[in-house]
């Protein structure tokens, strides 16, 4: 990454955005890791499983329009602020009252939910302060908050065996109150920030076709990221009888991979075009996931294919960041908050499904297959639209992104 990137941008406001969104993240999908024993004390099935670990994503997803009409109307930073505190509040309550019914985890996953909606923050705080050329670059540091998963798998079971799943949450709050701080002290909002939008923008942006099929690739690979890495510390338990903690450890390898992937995606789409970028990382996942589906025998390999899965999909949201701020960099706010919304939808969907289809028919398989399908779907459908976004709005002169 050359020196240029560094001086185009506020890196400050680049660190605070990435270290907000990690966090968020973090908490955002603590159900995720603790599924296992949070289910086995409160005698829960697995579809019922399934939706508790999928509500703080659907939750999330709603809460990302909320979260994107203030950041435009107030400030990405001033809405940062306020969502922070709402789950800080959120977790306070969980620990010191108690979570001690299905219904409990429903209410606690609805207050996670804004720790989700961070995304439609930190990307455009971290977006509006660089120019089109490094728009890869700066969305997917930014959007490597995603890696607060890889904390949440690795260290949540752990701690609960150790403390009781309850004193998670109250530990939880100890680094939420580091970051709100920091947060406070180094994020700066841009200068040259977008005209705020009303609710009508929102409605008049969703005329626009680009917009739904932004929200589709989406759905697809960030959907995919977060489903998996809520599903999957379950899918290890119930497929390879392996121990909440291992199953976290498993967990966390795979999130890492779609992680770690994602800034990395970012620079990728901005050297090659994020289309290309694209339709290659939609191949990968969809490859790999149909293969899992066939239920393989050994942990280890399934765990192989995992990864490798969750690199593409990391990898195409990369890409599909690098593409959204070069078609609606105006309106960067709006559709950050509805492309994010529907990746969050995604992936209570997925999460869910997969729940409910191990519920119905006792395996995974069916469920994994389907969201294969969704992935060729989504790369047939970019194929689709290339032509035309490289001979409009991506053709030479129009933007300085290679797209």
Not at 202 to 224: C, N, P, R
Not at 308 to 332: C, D, K, S, Y
Request: aromatic share 12%.
């Amino acid at each position: 990454m050359n020196n240029s990137f560094w001086k185009a941008g506020h890196t400050p406001t680049l660190f605070s955005a990435f270290l907000y969104f990690d966090l968020s993240f973090m908490v955002w999908y603590l159900l995720g890791p603790l599924a296992v024993q949070i289910a086995t004390d409160l005698d829960l099935s697995a579809q019922q499983r399934g939706i508790m670990v999928a509500t703080p994503i659907l939750a999330g997803a709603l809460l990302r329009l909320l979260m994107g009409f203030l950041a435009d109307r107030l400030s990405p930073k001033t809405a940062g602020i306020i969502g922070q505190i709402v789950v800080i509040c959120t977790l306070l309550l969980a620990w010191q009252v108690g979570v001690n019914s299905y219904q409990h985890t429903l209410m606690l996953g609805l207050g996670l939910g804004f720790a989700g909606a961070s995304f439609a923050v930190a990307l455009p705080l971290a977006s509006q302060w660089y120019p089109p050329e490094h728009q890869g670059k700066a969305m997917g540091i930014a959007g490597a908050g995603n890696s607060g998963t890889v904390l949440a798998a690795i260290f949540a079971p752990g701690l609960a065996y150790l403390f009781g799943w309850q004193n998670v949450f109250g530990l939880a709050l100890i680094p939420l109150g580091v970051t709100l701080i920091l947060f406070i002290m180094l994020a700066k909002n841009s200068p040259q920030r977008p005209t705020p939008k009303s609710l009508g923008d929102y409605a008049k942006a969703l005329q626009d076709v680009d917009s739904w099929w932004f929200m589709f690739f989406y759905s697809v690979t960030f959907g995919g990221f977060i489903g998996l890495a809520s599903a999957l510390p379950g899918y290890f338990s119930d497929q390879y009888a392996l121990n909440p903690v291992t199953a976290g450890y498993y967990t966390a390898a795979c999130v890492m991979a779609g992680s770690l992937m994602r800034p990395l995606g970012g620079a990728l789409a901005d050297r090659i075009g994020g289309i290309r970028s694209l339709l290659f990382m939609y191949g990968i996942a969809a490859i790999c996931i149909a293969v899992v589906g066939f239920n393989l025998p050994n942990s280890y390999a399934a765990l192989a294919f995992f990864v490798t899965a969750m690199l593409g999909l990391g990898a195409g949201n990369g890409a599909v960041f690098q593409l959204v701020p070069q078609r609606f960099f105006r309106e960067i706010g709006v559709m950050t908050g509805l492309i994010g919304m529907a990746g969050g939808v995604g992936g209570f969907i997925l999460a869910a499904g997969l729940g409910a289809i191990k519920q119905h028919t006792g395996d995974y398989q069916l469920g994994l297959w389907l969201f294969a399908s969704l992935g060729i779907l989504a790369l047939l459908g970019l194929y689709n639209v290339k032509r035309r976004w490289r001979t409009t709005w991506g053709a030479s002169g129009a933007t300085a992104a290679r797209i």
